[in-house]
């Protein structure tokens, strides 16, 4: 089955610098790769997210690019403000997995900002 | 606008005891799911509910149960809780099984002593 690798798992940056996510996966097949956020006493939240046909999206501060030769994809913030401080999901759906709605998460980046 | 509500936020077990996490939606979304978030882990599926009436096993399925009530609810029963089940579990929903976005509850922090 699918299996994400999410690195790093703690990320700390200065307020006004750039954050990197990165995520690994293993099935080829998969064609979906959401990011979630989740604030403090929340649930995770959709943030953005990056379909197989598309190799890069950005909306305003955040921005994901995929590789698909490489199965990899990342989750870029510019200009880190403290509400960016959350942990981060990444996650892909593959089309063949039986389970569910057939994402498979990756471990959480926690990122802090500081001010 | 609630979206997803789940009770209760916090619950504190003895080995062997028993509880039900009780979720319910006001989006009208057919799908239905409970997940389990552990440290380092992620998200893991334990059980989900395609539509009304039906449930299936995720991931993690081993020592819970879960009932879809209405369409509105969707239970997740511990009947005898160990403490490997020490976890904050979130109920999810989504307008049809495989749609793309899950709206999530706020959480459930589960202690077995």
């Known amino acids: 089955g699918e299996n994400v690798e999410q690195h790093p798992s703690t990320l700390s940056v200065q307020e006004g610098d750039s954050a990197v996510i990165k995520c690994t996966y293993s099935?080829?097949?998969?064609?979906?790769f959401p990011w979630y956020k989740q604030e403090l006493g929340k649930g995770p939240q959709l943030i953005i997210d990056?379909?197989?046909?598309?190799g890069e999206k950005k909306d305003q501060r955040i921005a994901v690019t995929l590789n698909k030769t490489a199965k990899h994809f990342s989750l870029h913030i510019t200009e880190t403000q403290p509400e960016d401080s959350a942990v981060y999901f990444c996650?892909?759906?593959?089309?063949?997995?039986?389970?569910?709605?057939?994402?498979?998460f990756g471990g959480g980046t926690r990122v802090l900002v500081k001010p | 606008n609630a979206g997803v509500t789940q009770t209760p936020k916090f619950q504190v077990l003895k080995t062997g005891q028993s509880m039900t996490l009780q979720c319910a939606q006001d989006?009208?979304?057919?799908?239905m799911y409970w997940y389990r978030q552990d440290p380092g882990m992620g998200l893991r599926l334990i059980y989900y509910s395609a539509s009304e009436g039906t449930t299936d096993k995720g991931e993690v399925p081993n020592g819970y149960n879960v009932s879809r009530l209405n369409k509105r609810e969707f239970s997740l029963r511990l009947e005898s809780a160990a403490p490997s089940q020490t976890s904050v579990y979130f109920c999810?929903?989504?307008?049809?099984?495989?749609?793309?976005?899950?709206?999530f509850g706020a959480g459930s922090r589960l202690t077995v002593l």
């Open positions: 989006m009208n979304h057919n799908s």
């Open positions: 099935d080829s097949a998969s064609n979906y």
């Open positions: 990056i379909r197989s046909n598309v």
């Open positions: 996650a892909a759906k593959s089309p063949i997995k039986a389970a569910g709605n057939k994402l498979t």
């Open positions: 999810a929903s989504s307008t049809v099984s495989g749609a793309n976005v899950l709206t």
